[in-house]
């Protein structure tokens, strides 16, 4: 059964840092990876999905980078704002059924 | 294209009521997606649905729990009998198709009481 891990749980940076958010799975037989940010209260907006076939995609200030092998991914944020605060989760779809897994999230506070 | 589109925003329920919970999917997306969020919790599936057919139920608890997704019309949550541990946040997400990324609604935050 597949496992998905986050670290760091909590990240709180100045405005203007890049920064680096960590994801781990322990099933490298994975579809695709999909990275969501979720505000509180609110639900989840897709940031970047990325396909097994894939090493990384790119949108605005966003990196995500995928490394099958090593059962990881990286979520690099450029030039942070305080509108980035908000839980980061990380995502494998599992079992026939492609449901989610998800990491338990990194809750991160940009501060002005 | 509204996206996943998810009522009511809030449901509250006396113990012992029933909740439903609707999800219309995003246009074009055939594959529905449930998943709940208790608090303090990460998001857990429940169940798998496609036009008429429920497809893996595994995570939906066996007892007072029901989904559907009719020809016509939303994709219902049906919760009978509610108890104070069914309190969540619940998502449904939709897609395309297997592998194609999932789009998920804003969720209903069920408070029973």
């Known amino acids: 059964k597949q496992e998905v891990t986050q670290i760091p749980a909590a990240l709180s940076v100045p405005e203007g840092e890049n920064l680096v958010l960590n994801c781990s799975f322990t099933?490298?037989?994975?579809?695709?990876l999909q990275w969501f940010r979720q505000d509180p209260g609110k639900g989840l907006t897709s940031l970047l999905l990325?396909?097994?076939?894939?090493r990384e995609q790119t949108s605005g200030r966003l990196n995500a980078s995928l490394d099958k092998s090593s059962g990881r991914s990286t979520l690099y944020i450029a030039a942070s704002q305080p509108g980035d605060s908000a839980t980061y989760l990380c995502?494998?779809?599992?079992?026939?059924?492609?449901?989610?897994?998800f990491g338990s999230g990194t809750q991160l506070t940009v501060l002005p | 294209n509204a996206g996943v589109m998810q009522n009511p925003r809030h449901l509250v329920r006396r113990r012992g009521q029933e909740a439903r919970l609707r999800c219309s999917p995003m246009?074009?997306?055939?594959?529905v997606y449930w998943y709940r969020q208790l608090p303090e919790e990460g998001l857990k599936f429940m169940v798998y649905?496609?036009?008429?057919?429920?497809?893996?139920e595994s995570g939906m608890p066996k007892e007072r729990f029901s989904a559907e997704f009719p020809k016509e019309g939303p994709s219902i949550l049906r919760i009978q009998q509610v108890v104070r541990g069914d309190s969540a946040a619940y998502f449904c997400?939709?897609?395309?198709?297997?592998?194609?990324?999932?789009?998920f609604g804003s969720g209903t935050r069920l408070t029973v009481v």
């Open positions: 997400a939709s897609s395309p198709g297997q592998n194609y990324g999932y789009t």
């Open positions: 099933d490298s037989a994975i579809y695709n």
């Open positions: 990325i396909q097994s076939s894939q």
């Open positions: 995502a494998v779809p599992e079992g026939s059924a492609r449901q989610l897994t």
């Open positions: 246009k074009g997306h055939s594959h």
């Open positions: 649905l496609q036009k008429e057919n429920i497809i893996d």
